[in-house]
């Protein structure tokens, strides 16, 4: 006796069965089919049914059986099991109900998907936090809606200076001005011993601001006694080193590079000599007209005075043409016994009553000495107490 098998309806392609199945066996406590024979001893072969989760939105009902059975509503499966009814989900084909995979007599299985299965579209929330929408306004040169806050249009990149809201132009101006400045680096610099042979000799730093130089400031210095304590002040700044003179004794003395304006009372260094010039006047009454006895002056414009010691002069010479030249071998006054001065040395000149000091390409050079303060280029030579600095700094 043939049994016949209840079709159950194809899985569509591309799905595979999910959950566990259900096997259905026909047999005693079973009720017969409609129009199938069912022979006495005869067990019909098993039925699957797959059990598929339940649609996504369908709500599950909760019931003794366990989780997972879905509610009254959705599609099922009713099979006999004794006298209670069981309720198997069926995953629905997406391609929709075939009635002609279902034979007669089989259970029908309902492919309709009740409205309460499909959750409702409902429209999305708007969180109470959400921040607020910001303020458009339309561009002036393209059109387009630019955020009120913004300082450029993010379609032609115009500048929003009329927008409310944004940056202003005197804020922009100052953030590029702030980004073009460049780092500022403080000014070095340094002070170098030359010794009498030309070769360098010990080095004294020179930082950004005011520099004390004296005896007992640096090993450079303590050795030298005709350093005063308190010597010199090197102020080193952007614009350059500026050196006072702190009241010493012997002072500071600069070499010249070009002709250096003097006047009456300044002194200058060539070689060993310490020289001193001053300015002869005609001379004038006194103011109840009386006038000063003296020898006639011929045309006397100066005299140079040798200084050898403190308010003590040795010999002195009278200047008389334009020009006093000086040197060791040839000039108006010599200096024979002093290797250190050139064969012609320097000169003085006189012109519309203002007198002149120059170099005259000697080898150890010309040095005059600083009044009170005085701008002092990097590369310069200078004389402090008996001995010989170059000066540098950037």
């Known amino acids: 006796m043939s049994v016949a098998k209840t079709a159950v309806p194809p899985e569509p392609e591309g799905f595979a069965s999910m959950g566990p199945t259900i096997t259905a066996?026909?047999?005693?406590?079973?009720?017969?089919?409609?129009?199938?024979?069912?022979?006495m001893g005869m067990t019909p072969p098993p039925r699957e049914v797959p059990m598929a989760p339940a649609p996504f939105g369908a709500p599950v009902a909760k019931s003794p059986s366990g989780p997972g059975v879905p509610a009254s509503g959705g599609p099922s499966v009713q099979i006999g099991l004794g006298s209670t009814p069981m309720a198997v989900p069926h995953r629905q084909s997406p391609f929709g109900a075939n009635p002609a995979a279902t034979?007669?007599?089989?259970?029908?299985?309902?492919?309709?998907?009740?409205?309460?299965?499909?959750?409702?579209?409902?429209?999305?929330?708007?969180?109470?936090?959400?921040?607020?929408?910001p303020d458009m306004v339309a561009c002036p040169n393209c059109g387009k809606q630019v955020a009120s806050a913004f300082a450029f249009c993010g379609g032609c990149g115009h500048r929003m200076k009329g927008a409310p809201?944004?940056?202003?132009?005197?804020?922009?101006?100052?953030?590029?001005?702030?980004?073009?400045?460049?780092?500022?680096?403080?000014?070095?610099?340094?002070?170098?011993?030359?010794?009498?042979?030309?070769?360098?000799?010990?080095?004294?730093?020179?930082?950004?601001?005011?520099?004390?130089?004296?005896?007992?400031?640096?090993?450079?210095?303590?050795?030298?006694?005709?350093?005063?304590?308190?010597?010199?002040?090197?102020?080193?700044?952007?614009?350059?080193?500026?050196?006072?003179?702190?009241?010493?004794?012997?002072?500071?003395?600069?070499?010249?590079?070009?002709?250096?304006?003097?006047?009456?009372?300044d002194s200058f260094r060539i070689g060993q000599e310490l020289l001193r010039f001053d300015a002869i006047n005609p001379p004038t009454p006194l103011e109840d007209g009386t006038e000063i006895i003296g020898t006639p002056n011929p045309g006397y414009w100066g005299r140079l005075s040798v200084v050898v010691g403190r308010d003590l002069d040795g010999p002195a010479f009278p200047l008389f043409d334009e020009t006093a030249s000086m040197g060791r071998e040839r000039g108006h006054i010599l200096f024979p016994e002093d290797g250190y001065v050139s064969g012609a040395h320097?000169?003085?000149?006189?012109?519309?009553?203002?007198?002149?000091?120059?170099?005259?390409?000697?080898?150890?050079?010309t040095f005059l000495r600083v009044r009170e303060s005085r701008a002092v280029p990097s590369g310069s030579l200078m004389l402090m107490g008996q001995q010989l600095f170059r000066i540098a700094y950037k």
């Open 25 to 39: 066996t026909s047999g005693a406590g079973f009720g017969a089919m409609p129009g199938q024979p069912q022979a």
């Open 346 to 365: 320097c000169q003085l000149t006189v012109r519309d009553g203002r007198v002149f000091l120059t170099d005259l390409g000697s080898s150890n050079g």
């Open 103 to 133: 034979p007669l007599g089989a259970p029908s299985i309902s492919t309709s998907v009740p409205a309460t299965a499909v959750p409702a579209m409902q429209a999305p929330r708007v969180s109470p936090f959400s921040p607020p929408a």
């Open 165 to 265: 809201g944004a940056v202003g132009e005197s804020a922009i101006a100052r953030a590029d001005a702030v980004a073009a400045v460049p780092v500022r680096v403080a000014v070095q610099g340094h002070l170098t011993l030359i010794r009498p042979d030309g070769t360098e000799g010990g080095v004294c730093p020179l930082h950004e601001g005011a520099n004390l130089i004296g005896r007992g400031q640096g090993t450079l210095f303590d050795a030298d006694p005709y350093l005063s304590p308190r010597h010199a002040e090197f102020v080193l700044s952007e614009g350059g080193l500026e050196v006072r003179d702190l009241r010493s004794l012997n002072g500071i003395f600069v070499r010249i590079t070009e002709e250096e304006e003097i006047e009456s009372g």
